[in-house]
């Protein structure tokens, strides 16, 4: 597709459930990025792959976060135990080159019960 | 800890007004700062600013960049109800977006 894609765009789990959020980035986009949105709130920064180079993952809240990509491909940003905490929308996005405007997908709402 | 604050936090006009959303920040490095709008869930890109004193335009929406005092403004003429969003801005401080700073962002309500 033309734009960046996540799924899935709904997801609700019980408290302490594992789950797994994935995107799709725009074809040749080298550099991926997650952000989190809570509710009323800006995007705080998760984690950010740039082609073969080892993410930077400065920005996940606990050990329970995790992701991975596979070359300049998909990304999957996986939550383990899940925590009420945990309830935002998770969003991803790419860009083409060094300092190229992020193009963002349509996030996935997570909502811990 | 770099930070950039929005105001105002939201906004209610008419369609037909002006408005001027504001984005003022404080961080250790600068390189660029960007305006998104929000409608749902994807931000969608609108600016990116680098250098002060030089005007972004497109269509009704146009920004300014103050590297000095530090802030940026985004304007929106001839409001319409379409323009209702968030109005997002983040700083980003290398280049590379690898870890903007955003702002938590002006709700902008246009009523017809």
């Known amino acids: 597709g033309a734009g960046v894609s996540q799924s899935p765009s709904n997801k609700v789990t019980e408290k302490g459930k594992d789950v797994e959020l994935r995107c799709d980035p725009i074809?040749?986009?080298?550099?991926l990025y997650w952000y989190r949105q809570r509710l009323g709130q800006g995007l705080e920064f998760l984690i950010y792959f740039q082609g073969n180079s080892a993410p930077d993952k400065s920005g996940l809240p606990s050990d329970r976060f995790s992701a991975e990509r596979t070359g300049e491909s998909v990304s999957t940003l996986t939550i383990q135990r899940t925590q009420q905490e945990d309830s935002a929308v998770y969003l991803c996005?790419?860009?083409?080159?060094?300092?190229?405007?992020?193009?963002f997908g349509n996030g996935t709402r997570l909502t811990v019960t | 800890e770099d930070k950039v604050v929005q105001s105002p936090l939201s906004l209610v006009v008419h369609e037909g007004d002006t408005v001027t959303l504001n984005c003022s920040y404080e961080?250790?490095?600068?390189?660029?700062l960007l305006w998104y709008k929000q409608e749902k869930k994807a931000p969608t890109f609108l600016f990116m600013l680098?250098?002060?004193?030089i005007e972004k335009k497109s269509g009704r929406l146009s920004s300014i960049l103050d590297k000095k005092e530090l802030f940026s403004i985004l304007n929106i003429t001839a409001t319409q109800t379409g323009d209702s969003a968030v109005y997002l801005c983040a700083v980003d401080p290398s280049g590379s977006a690898r870890q903007l700073t955003f702002g938590s962002g002006t709700q902008l309500t246009v009523l017809p």
């Open positions: 680098t250098s002060s004193g």
């Open positions: 996005a790419s860009s083409s080159r060094l300092g190229s405007p992020l193009h």
């Open positions: 961080v250790t490095n600068f390189r660029s």
């Open positions: 074809s040749g986009h080298t550099a």
